[in-house]
């Protein structure tokens, strides 16, 4: 079971960090992703984090402003948000893959949170 928080509003060049919290499931095994979606879009990826935290991807627009990070003590994966522009808002989903190989496509992972809200005001 994954659970996402820290979403809210902010205002541009502001900045989050969300949390996803794992239970239920050996929490190292998995490499862990971001994802975001807006009404009417589909689910798009936004950073990846392998188990051991070594290997770090992003999609392009929120490279040098996001930083992934994941503590396997507290099961916990973390998305810190910098320099955040409206372009930003949306749900934001943490998701779950089996393995550690590098994945930016919502079939390539096993389970996900709920969403949590960010809205970014201009």
């Known amino acids: 079971q994954l659970q996402a928080s820290g979403g809210g509003l902010v205002q541009a060049g502001g900045s989050l960090r969300l949390s996803c919290a794992a239970s239920g499931r050996p929490f190292r095994n998995y490499a862990m992703g971001w994802f975001r979606q807006v009404p009417g879009k589909e689910r798009d990826f936004v950073a990846f984090i392998n188990w051991s935290g070594g290997r770090r991807y992003y999609t392009d627009s929120v490279k040098g402003r996001f930083t992934i990070s994941r503590d396997n003590a507290k099961n916990t994966v973390y998305l810190q948000m910098n320099s955040l522009q409206a372009e930003d808002t949306a749900v934001y989903y943490c998701?779950?893959?089996?393995?550690?190989?590098?994945?930016?496509?919502?079939?390539?992972?096993?389970?996900w949170g709920q969403g949590t809200q960010v809205t970014v005001s201009a």
């Open positions: 998701a779950a893959r089996r393995g550690d190989s590098y994945y930016y496509t919502t079939a390539g992972y096993d389970y």
